[in-house]
C-alpha cells in the first residue's frame, strides 16, 4: 500500500450502481473483491460510514457484513427501471456514446425518465442517511448516477461531494450528440470535484462545460460556473491494490495452477487476454490479428497458445449477445482453420470468470498479455498482469492498445498498439516474441513499480482530497463563493 492518509475525518457514503458485498454459494454474505471495494475498505474502517446500491435483484441483502465498516442500503429496482435505467440508458446510449461511437449509441426518450427517476431514487435513499453529528461525504461513482451529485445537493447543501468517473469522457464534438447534454453536465457540476482516469477525459469534460452551459468558464483545472461557484476538475488514474496482487501471485493455490497450466501449455508461446465480452474490448480485432499472426508463421502454429478468458457480461443487450456470436463464430473458424489431427487447439477460449488464484497463474503463464480496447477508461488488468509477472520474476510482454488509460502510464515499456491496424497488430505480436529477455525483465519491472507507486489507496487518497479541497472552498471561511 502506497503511503497515503485517510484525508477526510467525515463518515463517507459511497453511492454506486452496485452494493460493496456478494453472496456465497452457501448464502453467506462478504464484501465483494473488486478493486473499488478494496480500496474503500481501510477508509471506511476509519472513519465509517455507509454505500447505497442496487441489490441487483438479490433479497435479504443484511444491513452491514463483517469486515466492512459501512451501513449498506440496497435499492431494489423494478424490471421496467432495469430495462431503461440500467440496460437501456446506462448501456445502450452512455455507454457506447462514451466510448467513440464504437457502437450506435440509442436514444429513447423512456430511458432518460427511467435513468431521472432512478438517479432520484438514489438521492432520496441517501437524505435518509443518518451517519453521526458531521456531515457525511457523499462519493458517487459512474456514468450510472450522474444526475445525482445535483439531487444530493438539493437535499444535504452543507456535505462535500464527490463524482468519479471509470469510463472515457468523450470530446465534446460526440457528448453534444446527446439530447440531455446539459442536465447530465448540471448533474456533475453539483459536486465540489469531479475526477476522472486521465487528463484527457477531463479537457474533454471542461470543454464540453464551456461549450454547453451558457457562462461557465474553465479557469486551470477549475470550472467557474455563472454564480460564482467553482467545481474542481482532477485527473486521478485508478489501480490494483498492488501488494495483494504481489501475494497472490506466488500465493500456494496460484503456485499450483501454474503448475497445472505449465504442464499443459508446455513448449507452447502462450498469449491471453482477460475482459468482460465487450465491443469496447477489442476481442474481435485481437482473433483476426492472431489468425494473421498464424497464417503467416507456419511453424509458429504448434508452439503456439491464445487463451482468452470472457467474462460474460449484460447478455441482456442486443450488441452483447451479437459479439458473443461473433467472437465464438471467430475461434471455431480459427480453430478450423489451424488445428492438425491429434493436435491442441490454437484458440482457447472461456466464457466465463475464473477463481483469483488461476487467473493469477494465467498472469505469470503469459508470454504476451494482449490488452488491445478500441476504447478503455482504464484497464486494470493491465496492472494485474504487471504486478503478478513482477512478483513471479516473469518476463512477459504487455501488448497495449494506445486507446486506453493505462497506455498513459505506462508508456513505452509496454509494447503500444492501434487495435483499429489489425495487420499492424499482428505483426506487433511478432515483436513482442523477438524481445530480448533481460529488455522483457527490465520493462516488467518498471511497469510494475509505477502500479506500485500509484496503488488504489493513492488514488481514493487524491480523490477524497479534491472533494474536501473544493467543499472547503464552497463554504463561507474557504476561499471561493458560497455556492448552492
Ligand atoms: C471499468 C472500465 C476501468 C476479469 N476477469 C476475471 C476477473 N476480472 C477482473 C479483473 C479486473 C476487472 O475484472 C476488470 O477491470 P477492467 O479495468 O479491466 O475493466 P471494466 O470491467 O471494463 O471496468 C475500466 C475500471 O472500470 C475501473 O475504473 O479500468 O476502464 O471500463 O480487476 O481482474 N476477476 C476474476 N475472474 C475473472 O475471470 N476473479
Same mark, same amino acid.
Given at each position: 500500500m502506497a503511503d497515503a492518509t485517510v484525508p477526510t475525518r467525515r463518515p463517507l457514503v459511497v453511492v454506486a450502481n452496485r452494493l460493496p458485498v456478494s453472496q456465497d454459494d452457501d448464502g453467506t454474505w462478504q464484501p465483494s473483491a473488486g478493486g473499488l471495494v478494496t480500496a474503500m475498505r481501510p477508509v471506511i474502517e476509519e472513519v465509517g460510514g455507509a454505500w447505497i446500491g442496487w441489490d441487483g435483484g438479490a433479497t435479504g441483502v443484511p444491513d452491514r457484513v463483517e469486515g466492512f465498516n459501512a451501513d449498506l442500503h440496497p435499492l431494489p429496482l423494478s424490471r421496467a427501471q432495469i430495462q431503461g435505467f440500467y440496460y437501456g440508458f446506462s448501456n445502450r446510449t452512455l455507454w457506447p456514446l462514451f466510448h467513440d461511437l464504437i457502437r450506435t449509441p440509442v436514444i429513447e426518450r423512456r430511458w432518460w425518465r427511467s435513468y431521472q427517476e432512478v438517479n432520484r431514487r438514489f438521492a432520496e435513499e441517501a437524505a435518509r442517511i443518518e451517519v453521526g453529528g458531521e456531515a457525511p461525504l457523499f462519493w458517487i461513482q459512474d456514468y450510472? +448516477?450522474? +444526475?445525482?451529485p445535483e439531487m444530493i445537493r438539493a437535499l444535504h447543501p452543507a456535505s462535500p461531494i464527490g463524482f468519479f468517473l471509470h469510463i472515457p469522457f468523450p470530446p465534446p464534438e460526440l457528448f453534444a450528440r446527446l439530447p440531455w447534454r446539459k442536465e447530465l453536465l448540471r448533474g456533475l457540476l453539483a459536486s465540489d470535484a469531479v475526477g476522472f482516469h486521465t487528463a484527457r477525459y477531463c479537457d474533454n469534460f471542461r470543454r464540453s462545460v464551456s461549450r454547453v452551459i451558457p457562462g461557465a468558464e474553465v479557469d486551470g483545472d477549475e470550472i467557474v460556473l455563472p454564480e460564482g461557484r467553482r467545481v474542481r476538475t482532477g485527473a486521478h488514474p485508478i489501480s490494483i491494490d498492488a501488494g495483494e496482487f504481489s501475494e497472490l501471485a506466488v500465493d500456494p493455490e496460484t503456485e499450483r495452477e501454474l503448475a497445472d497450466l505449465r504442464e499443459q501449455f508446455a513448449g507452447r508461446h502462450v498469449f491471453l487476454g482477460v475482459d468482460r465480452l465487450d465491443y469496447t474490448k477489442g476481442i474481435r480485432h485481437r482473433l483476426e490479428a492472431i489468425e494473421l499472426l498464424l497464417e503467416r508463421n507456419p511453424a509458429l502454429r504448434e508452439r503456439f497458445a491464445f487463451v482468452q478468458i470472457a467474462v460474460p457480461s449484460r447478455d441482456d443487450v442486443k450488441e452483447y449477445r451479437d459479439l458473443r456470436t461473433s467472437v465464438e463464430t471467430e475461434v471455431g473458424r480459427i480453430n478450423g482453420r489451424f488445428t492438425e489431427p491429434g493436435g491442441d487447439v490454437p484458440v482457447h477460449y472461456l466464457y466465463r470468470g475464473i477463481p483469483k488464484p488461476q487467473l493469477a497463474a494465467y498472469y505469470r503463464l503469459a508470454d504476451v498479455m494482449c490488452v488491445t480496447p478500441l476504447k478503455d477508461g482504464m484497464n486494470l488488468v493491465a496492472k494485474e498482469f504487471v504486478t503478478c509477472q513482477d512478483a513471479g520474476e516473469g518476463a512477459g510482454v504487455l501488448l497495449l492498445s494506445e486507446f486506453t488509460g493505462a497506455a498513459l502510464e505506462f508508456g513505452a515499456d509496454a509494447v503500444a498498439c492501434n487495435p483499429f491496424d489489425v495487420e499492424g497488430m499482428s505483426f506487433l505480436m511478432e515483436t513482442c516474441l523477438e524481445l530480448e529477455h533481460a529488455d522483457r525483465r527490465d520493462r516488467v519491472g518498471r511497469m510494475s513499480a509505477r502500479v506500485r507507486e500509484n496503488d488504489v489507496y493513492r488514488w481514493v487518497a487524491d480523490e477524497l482530497s479534491l472533494i474536501e479541497e473544493g467543499a472547503a472552498a464552497r463554504t463561507p471561511e474557504g476561499s471561493g463563493t458560497r455556492g448552492t
Open positions: 450510472h +448516477l450522474m +444526475l445525482a
